[in-house]
């Protein structure tokens, strides 16, 4: 059985920085690209990185580009999302997903919350 866990989120203030983790179990996870989304109120699920299998071809939606760094740890079966800078406008639930084929695995999600 697949289980994606996120954590890391939480509440932070304008400029802030944080890291969130998401650990895979029940996958292969050196061969999975993994992906980091967002959703928030309201608003459509979006991607906002992605990195492949390898550890390579890291991608960004322009909204992060520049703030965010995705990275991941084969051995220890996780993809991690460094933030820093963060807006108001960051705030959403984070959600990392593992693509096969036309199926995307998914976790449950992190809140973070970008407030002064």
């Known amino acids: 059985q697949v289980h994606l866990v996120e954590s890391g989120g939480g509440f932070v203030q304008p400029g802030g920085s944080l890291t969130l983790s998401c650990a895979a179990s029940?996958?292969?996870?050196?061969?999975?690209?993994m992906k980091w989304y967002r959703q928030a109120p309201g608003k459509e699920r979006e991607m906002v990185a992605s990195?492949?299998?390898?550890?390579?071809?890291?991608q960004y939606a322009d909204s992060v580009k520049g703030r965010f760094t995705i990275s991941r740890d084969n051995a220890k079966n996780t993809v991690y999302l460094q933030m820093n800078s963060l807006r108001p406008e960051d705030t959403a639930v984070y959600y990392c997903?593992?693509?096969?084929?036309?199926?995307?695995?998914w976790g449950r999600g992190t809140q973070v919350t970008v407030s002064s």
């Open positions: 997903g593992a693509p096969s084929g036309s199926y995307t695995y």
């Open positions: 029940g996958i292969t996870f050196s061969r999975f690209d």
């Open positions: 990195i492949a299998s390898d550890g390579g071809n890291m």
